[in-house]
């Protein structure tokens, strides 16, 4: 099935260009090596982000990250409904955080900006697109139940629900 964009004009499948997407938080180019987070002390080395100790005279700026956090413009939300997050609160909680841990320990721009209670259930925002499905997964594994994961904006947004 052929799906319209805009302006009436289908997407180009015939061929391996991407085309452009503009992310506001993605930096323009390589950085200046080395360069640290002024926030959160995430070194940018080697073509990408990681942990590590300050070199002397490492440039600094803000990361995007913590740019998300700071604009609370997330790029993905996990959503948890249904009464076992409620009854097993602790548990649940584990799982996110450890899930967080562990990831963050990979991908340091992979992190937790909020769990809110909503009306719709309990909703953890994240800064990336994977950290989401990881947590929805690890509940998943966890502690059974349904789990939906629906990408948006050419899977430059992600919504996760996991319904016990």
Known sequence: M???TEGGH???RDRFVQEYQHDSYK???KLKEPTVCKTCGALYHKGRWTWGARPAGADEIVC???LRIQ???PKGFVTLKGPFKDEHRDQVMGVIHNTETKE???HPLARIMTIEHRPEGLVVSTTDTHLPRRIGEALKHAH???LAIHYE???EFVRVIWTS
């Open 2 to 4: 052929h799906n319209p």
């Open 10 to 12: 289908g997407a180009r």
């Open 27 to 29: 930096m323009p180019g």
């Open 64 to 66: 995007p990250a913590c």
């Open 71 to 73: 604009d609370k413009y």
């Open 104 to 106: 963050k320990q990979e």
């Open 144 to 146: 059974q139940g349904e």
């Open 153 to 155: 904006k050419n899977e």
